[in-house]
């Protein structure tokens, strides 16, 4: 069963553009919602993160909304640039005794294009 | 560059046979994790140590097993290999274990 669900599976848009990249969970005890960015023979590395008790963190170009009664996030990417271009996973974990192990979604394949 | 270290870098071997991956957290980190990457299954949980404790499981099998030392470096041992074994195996670390994770760059392994 997967519990958190990304989409889409790929993206292309244009330098400057707004990339949207969307995922939805399941447990309703998750309380941390990382996004990884990972490039081509590298290891995921953290982009930004929040917790449910906000609706929206900002971090430079990149901003995370979150919808708790939907059960809900996303990723959105202000002023997209080729350098941009990488795979992008949501996900998240519960802060419930001492696990953090992460559960992520299946992954968005960004490509921004000059 | 996280700070996590994880080595080899490329392992390539036949199956049935059995490999140690070995994973270096970053300073001051106790807590270990381990995941695989594969195209069908994507990043998947594996096990976390913390501070030399088991303290979590995911989808390891039971051909697979790890620990973590006192020095906090920790190694994931596959045997009895198999083709579908084939993946990216990642450690990451973080100080507690409701810490951001740090990822290393990862073992890339190859059954033949």
């Known amino acids: 069963q997967q519990q958190v669900k990304q989409s889409p599976q790929s993206l292309i848009v244009q330098k400057g553009g707004i990339s949207i990249i969307n995922c939805a969970y399941e447990?309703?005890?998750?309380?941390?919602f990382p996004w990884y960015q990972q490039f081509p023979g590298k290891g995921p590395a953290l982009l930004i993160a929040?917790?449910?008790?906000?609706s929206e963190k900002k971090e430079g170009r990149f901003t995370i909304s979150f919808n708790k009664s939907a059960k809900q996030f996303s990723l959105h990417i202000m002023d997209s640039q080729p350098g941009d271009s990488a795979t992008y996973f949501c996900?998240?974990?519960?802060?419930?005794?001492?696990?953090?192990?992460?559960?992520f979604g299946k992954g968005t394949k960004l490509s921004v294009k000059p | 560059d996280s700070g996590v270290t994880q080595t080899p870098k490329h392992l390539i071997t036949a199956t049935g046979q059995r490999v140690t991956l070995r994973c270096s957290p970053r300073?001051?980190?106790?807590?270990v994790y381990w995941y695989q990457q594969s195209l069908d299954q994507g990043l998947q949980f594996l096990i976390q140590?913390?501070?030399?404790?088991?303290?979590a499981k995911g989808n390891i099998l039971e051909r697979f097993s790890a620990q973590q030392f006192p020095d906090l470096h920790s190694e994931l041992n596959l045997s009895s290999l198999e083709l579908g074994d084939s993946a990216l195996y990642f450690c990451?670390?973080?100080?507690?274990?409701?810490?951001?994770?740090?990822f290393g760059p990862g073992t890339r392994l190859t059954v033949l």
């Open positions: 447990n309703t005890a998750f309380d941390y």
């Open positions: 300073s001051g980190d106790l807590s």
């Open positions: 996900a998240a974990s519960h802060g419930g005794g001492s696990q953090g192990n992460l559960i």
């Open positions: 990451a670390s973080s100080f507690g274990p409701k810490d951001t994770q740090y």
């Open positions: 140590y913390y501070n030399g404790e088991e303290r």
């Open positions: 929040i917790r449910p008790d906000v």
